[in-house]
């Protein structure tokens, strides 16, 4: 004899080790994401130091510079989610048994995870846009 709770949780045991399995790798693969991101826009900011420097020369605010960054990483971060989308519609029947309370379909989750992602990419490009604001004209000039 066994309290109610004991069976109840031996038949959501399965049920709930793969949702905790596909929530550590949906974390792992959103942290992957965000530290991609944030390599790609520091190399072309790398890459672009010259032409930033240069900008920044000729009268170019600084504001213009971080604008020019941050839109860039979000360019990009929209085109991953977009296509994120387009894959997640193709696979969701997939998935279907898997998903408890939530329609394979349903819209808000999709607006909300898609919100989720830019967010995680805005703050990804942040660091490369202050950087390349911040960066001293005459310096990297000199160097150059």
Known sequence: MH???YYVSQAVAPARFQTLLLTSFAGIALLLAAVGLYGVLSYAVQQRALEIALRLAVGA????VLRMILKRGMILASIGVVAGLAISFAVTRFIATLLYGVKPSDALTYCEMSLVLLAVAF???VAPAYR?????????LRTQ
């Not at 390349?132 to 990297?140: C, E, G, I, N, S």
């Open 61 to 64: 605010q600084r504001g213009d």
């Open 3 to 5: 309290p109610l709770e």
């Open 132 to 140: 390349a604001a911040k960066t001293d004209p005459m310096t990297t």
């Open 123 to 125: 703050v990804a490009s």
